[in-house]
């Protein structure tokens, strides 16, 4: 049975399955769904936690040790967690055999908790459908535009807020399907309001007053080619005690990005087809365009490639200035004339 991640969530209140798959690329909701059964293990007295995953240059997770952690007793509990974490979905020949061998016979005392960041159709198998017969399979498809503002809503209910239709579709136009954005952003009004239905006016207030200068504006400021309101937001995170290492992340994937759509300009492919494979909403898509006309697809690679030398500087890997080369980075995003400062 093909649950979503909320159904899987609400599911685990009448007690715990032997096997879970929780896979897709909407990330917050496979995290949630996953430390939701987590948490229903810890309330069910499972207090022993195993976690196999590829380590090194290994591709796959150890399969023999899984095998063997599942024919082995729990040693410190009645009963035992364990985590497979397959972050592109697939566990090949072997890894389905061992899958389906302990969804043909699940051992009493363990229950076993799947995890992929990626999923479609063709993922699943013979042995995902063995997960289905004996536990649950939940998949975190991604949110389409139209089923934004229903997320949200339910999302807020749970946070024990109330908003009108428009000021929760003002929300879901800000954050244009990032959930986390989302998550984030009803976290800091959980916070913020002061009781009463958020009507449009006092959620714009209220999310303006939690969020002056925020990351996702930030890229924004840069990919729209304003050069002087990226210097003032970078100032402002700043001024606010934010860091460098928790700015790249969206940062990074936002050049990640637009360079991936160049390099599908450059090669004649079909934009909004690849706009459509990328996820991107019609509202962010004319800032895409715009910085794609400033530059060409190696100077996007280039781009990137710069951003993983700050990351190396945040870090301590390599000297510099942190907050000064980001700034020089995305100046030279926002400003053509400005690349030449991007230069190490």
């Not at 967690?81 to 005392?109: H, M, S, T, W, Y």
Request: hydrophobic share 50%.
């Amino acid at each position: 049975m093909e649950l979503k991640p909320e159904q899987l969530v609400a599911q685990l209140e009448s007690g715990l399955r032997p096997a879970y798959l929780i896979a897709g690329a909407e990330l917050l909701r496979v995290l949630e769904a996953a430390d939701a059964v987590r948490a229903a293990a810890r309330a069910q007295g499972i207090t022993e936690r195993e976690v196999h995953e590829a380590e090194g240059n290994a591709r796959e997770p150890d399969w023999n040790a899984l095998a063997a952690s599942f024919a082995a007793p729990s040693l410190f509990a009645a009963r035992r967690l364990v985590e497979l974490r397959l972050p592109g979905g697939k566990p090949g020949k072997e890894g389905a055999q061992v899958i389906a061998e302990f969804c043909a016979n699940p051992p009493a005392d363990v229950v076993l908790l799947i995890t992929a960041n990626d999923w479609s159709r063709q993922h699943g198998g013979a042995w995902s459908e063995a997960i289905a017969r004996i536990g649950a399979v939940a998949v975190a498809w991604p949110i389409k535009p139209h089923e934004l503002p229903d997320w949200i809503e339910r999302r807020l209910r749970a946070r024990g807020l109330r908003a009108d239709r428009d000021a929760v579709q003002l929300l879901a136009d800000r954050v244009e399907g990032n959930l986390l954005a989302a998550a984030q952003e009803i976290d800091k009004l959980a916070l913020l309001a002061d009781g009463g239905t958020l009507d449009v006016a006092r959620m714009q207030a209220v999310v303006a007053d939690a969020a002056r200068y925020d990351v996702f504006r930030l890229t924004d400021a840069a990919l729209n080619g304003q050069p002087a309101q990226v210097s003032r937001m970078l100032a402002g995170l700043r001024a606010e005690g934010e860091q460098v290492p928790g700015l790249l992340g969206m940062v990074i994937m936002e050049l990640q990005r637009t360079a991936q759509l160049a390099r599908a300009a450059a090669r004649g492919a079909n934009l909004a087809a690849e706009f459509r494979a990328q996820r991107v909403w019609d509202s962010k898509q004319p800032v895409y365009r715009r910085a794609l006309q400033r530059h060409p697809a190696p100077r996007w690679e280039g781009f990137v490639a710069e951003a993983g030398r700050v990351d190396r500087i945040a870090k301590g890997r390599e000297a510099g200035d942190a907050w000064q080369v980001l700034e020089r980075l995305l100046l030279a995003v926002a400003e053509p004339r400005a690349v030449r400062l991007a230069a190490p």
